[in-house]
């Protein structure tokens, strides 16, 4: 019971008694290092990111050799460089040919280039090869998040010789519950689960017992598809094939769980008017971080432009009664959260394949009728809450009620239909949404307003 | 290569060619049933999304015994109910013994009463009371999301035996990839993966070969929480364990990518003024959709009667310039944009768990700054184009771009300040985002916007 006691499920409570012995000068080696092997690869991992430059690389070179190219896949690519610019040329190549091609991918991409020139030279040739090959599929394809470490089987072996094989490889395999079944050439031809291997007997033959119904992903797919075949087929791993549909990687749950994170985040970024980013909040440079506003921001200022002439082209009627500025805000308001409520929806539905482009009729039929309840139901309260705050002036009262209920109406429309349209036309729904709706439903409520304003109040 | 040639990655294909058989009439059946037992189980659920009654019905009696529990368990809770219902009570006792814990929970919490308890009748004792005790767990909890079907191993066991185990049990298990060492009273000591085990002599002791490095749930434990271990832990699944560390269920990974997509759709849900629903949108009463957003939308447009008290109380000043009203929905549309970059970031980075609450003063120095460039070069574009637009008024130009810089400042303030304030409470910030934070510049920017004016114009 020892371990579980000094483990908490945070790792709080360990990572507080390794930052004592760390924080020691000089450390005391032995304690350290047996408590280290007794964490966790990840948690040894994030001891790093509160160390500073010194300690980092004794405690680096304080981890066994076995496990020091595990917690090097962990640490933060800023450590990771800390890291590699104070080993030597021969230490850096052991560790980088220890790790996976996926985190190996993963950690070149991040270096500058005179630490990637380094690392490449210090690799063996085959290792070099291959990261040069998965480093040039597109961003965010299924062959930039693959990795090339899977069990293969051949379809005519049995299944005492498929165990053999797991039993020579798999230690440097990143999964070995699904093994691929391929014929001469890589050709794919099935996978089997290590469940129906150990369920099976020694005798029979992979080919029979495989499971031929394949669910595979090429290697120019996108992330996002890839993880919706996850999420769909309750997959622990995928086949990752060329156009002749010859294996070249596989694709891992552990992955996915990080790029589904990451994609939801985007539609969040995108829906918020930024451009979506990688880095963490607070490593991430200011410009940069202002960058990835700033157009936006422009954009959708200058789209307020047209705001401004509406209402300047009303400017008698205000001039008349301008009682009606106070409420600008309020009808531009709910509009805009009324059609960002039905954008939101459609935005997810759409994203979790739950509205196709042509449930369009559906989709606007059924945002009417919501518009009308929610307006119906705003509209009685604001034309009490008007009625008594302006000398209850009932026409005033009455103009503001209708616009705001038609407002909220339209609003819904507009926001169930542009997320359907863009997606009809092949753009990103959530990168519509934020600019072009609500210019839209901003000027449709100031132009429904006072329309009817006009029309009610005579002016 | 038939099946492979038949099945596509989406299944779209597929789906076709099975629609067409059972849209005979009547339907020949061995065709039919030949194509359904080569197809994917959820590819079977899904084809039954698109028939009526009747032929649901058909087509699920068609299904295998062996194949029929599984394909059930991915069918939409709709349809479950038509099959229920279209059933013998023994059939369904057999179809519901036959589903996993978890599944036959989530089954069960979906259905109506008189199902319900139609379903328990027909089902084993065991069985029925598992799923009472699962049904208490608090929703979203561990507790609820967990299975009982999980291989547990005795610490004294050896790695023969284990195995032995695995081939006896395992069947019937949701997963066997990480299995799970117990003591007396199921007391919780050690988790080893079949991974260990495969690479392990057949005569060693599992107590000696086992993970004790515990990462482990209580029942009790949020699913957030849970989906964080999984991110950050890279896991396949997670014991559940009660107040004595008795394991009580597992988590698997396929359940967490479902619980991943849901709280991320959960947080957007929020930010955009929603109620968080679970049901897909185009299966969601009109009411209850209306319903979902009615109270935000009600709070936000009473809240908005506050700008409407700002814009009287400045009425003298706008008689005077009336100009001045056309650039409210401008300045507070892009305070409200600047706001909501920053509070989605800030939100975003507390979900992932790269922002707390301690980094406050690090985050509002940071939004100063950001909100300093984007407000400057706004500002500069935005002089330009009031200079020109307003008969080169420069006095009015400085005014609204003035206004336009400190709201852009104290908009990325807000922003930021209130969802960490929101998480030090222990509100959740995504929930307190849309309506105060918007109230908030909006007032802002009014407030900012009228004092600025007053004094530059001498109103």
Known sequence: MSLTQIKTETGDFVNEAVLELINENPITITPLHDLLIKMNTVDIAEVFESLDKEKTIQVFRLLPKSLAADVFSYIVPRTQQVIVEALTDGEVGKIINELYMDDA?????????????????????????????????????????????????????????????????????????????????????????????????????????????????????????????????????????????????????????????????????????????????????????????????????????????????????????????????????TGGNAGSQASTLIIRGIALGEIQPRDIVRVIWREVRIGLICGTALGLVNFIRVYITNSQDAMLSLAVTLSLIVTVILAKSVGCLLPLAARKLGIDPALLAAPLISTLIDCTSLLVYFTIARMILQI
Chains 1, 2 share one sequence.
């Open 105 to 333: 991918v993963d950690f070149i991409e991040e270096m500058p280039a005179n630490v990637v020139e380094r690392v490449l030279k210090n690799i063996y040739d085959d290792k070099r090869q291959l990261i040069n090959q998965l480093l040039q599929y597109p961003e965010d394809s299924a062959g930039s998040i693959m990795t090339t470490e899977y069990i293969a089987l051949r379809e005519d072996a049995s299944v005492r010789e498929a165990f053999d094989t797991i039993r020579a490889t798999g230690v440097n395999k990143e999964t070995i519950y699904t093994c691929f079944v391929i014929r001469r050439d890589r050709l794919l031809v099935g996978v089997i689960s290590a469940k129906t291997l150990l369920l099976s007997k020694p005798q029979d033959r992979i080919g029979d017992i495989m499971d031929a119904r394949l669910i595979l992903a090429h290697t120019t797919d996108d992330q996002e598809n890839i993880a919706d075949l996850f999420r769909k087929y309750d997959l622990l791993s995928l086949p990752v094939v060329d156009k002749e549909q010859r294996l070249v990687g596989i694709v891992t749950v552990d992955d996915i769980v990080k790029v589904i994170g990451e994609e939801f985040g985007e539609d969040i970024e995108k829906m918020a008017a930024l451009n979506p980013s990688y880095e963490p909040y607070l490593d991430s440079k200011i410009f940069r971080l202002a960058g990835n506003r700033i157009v936006w921001l422009m954009v959708l200022m200058l789209s307020a432009t047209l705001t401004g002439y509406i209402i300047s082209s009303f400017e008698e009627s205000l001039a008349v009664m301008p009682a009606l500025v106070a409420f600008i805000p309020m009808l531009m308001g």
